[in-house]
């Protein structure tokens, strides 16, 4: 027999396992995470801590499942993988999945006999993508299992050492998730008078997320999930193990199914999700309308005060004569049912007669925020086609040329004051429109979302069942009318006799105005959006804010820490979270903070009465507790659609599956959240490219398409990103057109002509290329942060000089958070926005011990310009002995400013900024 030559045995070794790693490379991602939905926030470091709960599947089901197996030639094994990863699959909506599972690795006759551990673990990739059947599954993972058996004699740790993925301490390598067969027989161990039995011991230890272990057993297959306790609650493993159970009884019954049609929730907990926890039904009037409900209170209550601005006030009695007024010759101008009013007004009297009038009259009001660029006001006058204007006379110019009739509510009152003062007879019905409101719109231009009579209604009457707002209460008003939440701060206090307190206009950006009226006022109920509540809560000497008994939040998610420090600071005031998109009757869900509460994030809570509330997978399939879903809106409180825009209405407005009522419909808000163990909802995020930044909901789609419309701009992308926590910004990413390269001055000021300030992105990025996947999707994750301290718009860098420069520099160093500022450096091109504006006000009101109108920092949006003017009125304004107290102010804060060095660094000669 001729002998192998010396090496050939390891030189063959050597062959054979760079192929199995050749193989396993084109196989497995490095970099792949499964993400469960856990209970707690992921570690940054996965402790080895873990807990078991086993449950025992009937030897009936079990029997059905090895003889589906075998009718299609498959293992048991098999089965039972493919309806794990039909449950994983359903728990992330992931469609590439990553499972680990041992092997013995005696795959050789030779390798039976011998003693020793052969164990190894191999990585089961498969992809549920094109929605397969069961039964399409099994032949997948029959083949995926297959493969990696004939390839299983590379070790992990060398299969891991050679793919290199990238380490980190939260997530064990190359799979997360494990699947465990366990079918070899094992006879009973017996000694005289002693029946033995394997129990698998409780170590308290795990070594992934989640491994599922499935044990044959002569009565039965009994499953053990073993979790991490970092991860999981014990109730979520608990439902984890009958969604499986549930599956594969769904399985047994029809392996025909698509994985996406196949049952995953006991029947219990799916009456639960659809039926307990939705809002309650309540009988509430179904033929009211909003004007109707405030005229039933105004006869109840005619000489009390209903509205103040100001100096000015007004009664029930007078507040619904001048409304009765306007609506009579709205009227005369042929106002009616369906007819739509727009509404160009700043906050005032005049606002809230010409709501209340319009809709006395029967038509829907429409707001047109004047602050808005005439081309946006342009495009919603064009959608919302209104037959009269209403407009106060000193903003006539910022209107866009139109076509409809236009009337001075404040100049113009002599005409209207001589129209009867009695309430015009109802022409409109609970089903008639009431508004319309804009939102942002993918496709460039805003749409219109309308909502009715009835479900607004139906959102008050809740609000006052909840909250009880009495005859002694002030509710402030201060939201733009623009956007959802000013419907229940104008209509809401009026139908209950409180007193309706308006802001002046702008004043709601302007934290120390606010906090002086609500004292003066002795204002009881406002509104603020999450941002705006963090700058707000930072005011000192929010004692004289003791009137305060509830704040509602809504507009944006609402952090922990942020309800906390509202908490706290005011612990006499109630706090409630609130949920709902424009396209509804404002909020849908609503939730009362507590002090102290264990919290991932604050929920948005419950639904309100005769709302429903569905959280739905991809197939429009209830998803179980703690699963994230898109959030989808039934009942009473769905809009009727968007003006003027069937097709976007019949894709965002979907019949209503689990409705019992004919016709019904739910909303697809494009928001994703989950279900909570206790029935209330934790809002996730989004699933599309929608935004909400400072309350305002954004379509980045639509800043794209108009940027694109620049002309050197050839690709672009916006994104909005949080490179510090809590300062959420717009940054445009851009390719210029050939040998043109734009200024970021020169695109905002482009924008700044079709959008609204909020929607104008803090800073401009030029890109070679858009990083693109190998798809040739974009990558938004590789978009680089932007270099905001060098978006000087082109401008040479000169450093501050003047003691005023310095401080005012220094300011805008610590509030933006960039590395230098220089004179000429616009505040908005260095991520500047209206709530950081807020923060430099103050500061600066603080330092400099003087009067400064917020309007200035955006008149004056420079370091110089600012500093000149400050300047010139501190220069008008000051006895010597007050600039004096001044100037030691200014000097004191430079110095903790600059470090404490007494002196700032171009005061040494260095030509560096403050």
Known sequence: MRSSPPGSAS?????????????????????????????????????????????????ALTQTLKSLGQREGKTLFVTLLAAFEVLLHRYTGQEDLVVGTPIAGRGRSELEGMIGLFINTLALRTSLSGRPSFRELMGRVHQTTVDAFAHQELPFERLVDALKPERRLSHSPLFQVMFILQNAPMPPLQAPGLVMEFQQPETGTTKFDLTLIATELPEGLR??????????????????LAHYQTLLSGIAANPEQPISALPILPEPERHTLLADWN???????????????????????????????????????????RANQLAWHLRSLGVGPESRVGLCLERSLEMVISLLATLKAGGAYVPLDPAYPQERLGWMLEDASPTVLLVQERLLSRLPSQSARVVCVDSGWADISSQPRHVPPALAGANSLAYIIFTSGSTGRPKGAMNEHHPVVNRLLWMQDEYKLGAQDVVLQKTPFSFDVSVWEFFWPLMQGARLVLAKPGGHQDPDYLARLISQERVTTLHFVPSMLKVFLEEPELERCASLKRVVCSGEALPVELQDQCLQRLPWAE??????????????????CKVRESLRSVPIGRAVANTQIRILDGQLQPVPVGVPGELYIGGVQVGRGYRARPDLTAERFIPDAFSSTQGARMYRTGDVARWLPDGNIEYVGRADFQVKIRGFRIELGEIETLLAQH?????????????RPGDKRLVAYLVAAPEQTPAAAELRSFLQTRLPEH?????????????????????????PAPDLGGQSAGQPFEAPRTEVEQLIAGIWKEVLQVERVGLDDPFFALGGNSLLALQVHRRLKTALGTGLALTQLFQYPTVRTLADRLSKQEGTQDSAQTGRARAEARRAFTRRVSGGRGRTDSQDGDDSDV
């Not at 970099?31 to 599947?57: C, F, K, W, Y």
């Not at 706090?575 to 424009?582: A, E, M, Q, V």
């Not at 002309?711 to 490179?723: H, K, L």
Request: aromatic share 6%.
């Open 759 to 783: 929607m104008v992105p803090s800073a401009f990025v030029v890109l070679e290329k858009l990083p693109l996947s190998p798809n040739g999707k974009l990558e938004r994750r590789a978009l």
């Open 575 to 592: 706090l409630h979270n609130l949920y709902g998109p424009t396209e509804a009757a404002v909020d849908v869900t609503y939730y009362a």
């Open 223 to 240: 499953l053990v999930a073993e979790y991490s306790t970092d991860l999981f609650e014990p109730e979520t493993i608990t439902r984890l």
């Open 11 to 59: 030189r063959s070794r050597v062959r054979c396992s760079k192929t199995q790693l050749s193989w396993w490379r084109e196989r497995l991602d490095p970099n792949a995470i499964l993400e469960l939905p856990a209970d707690r926030p992921r570690p940054t470091a996965l402790s080895p801590h873990g807990a078991r709960q086993t449950v025992m599947l009937p030897p």
């Open 711 to 723: 002309p050197s701009v050839r690709q672009v992308a916006v994104v909005a990103r949080e490179d």
């Open 279 to 321: 809002g309650a039904p309540t009988s509430y009037p179904r033929d009211a309308c909003l004007h109707q409900l405030i005229e039933a209170q105004v006869a109840r209550t005619p000489e009390a005060v209903a509205l103040t601005y100001e100096d000015q006030s007004l009664t029930y009695a007078e507040l619904d004569a």
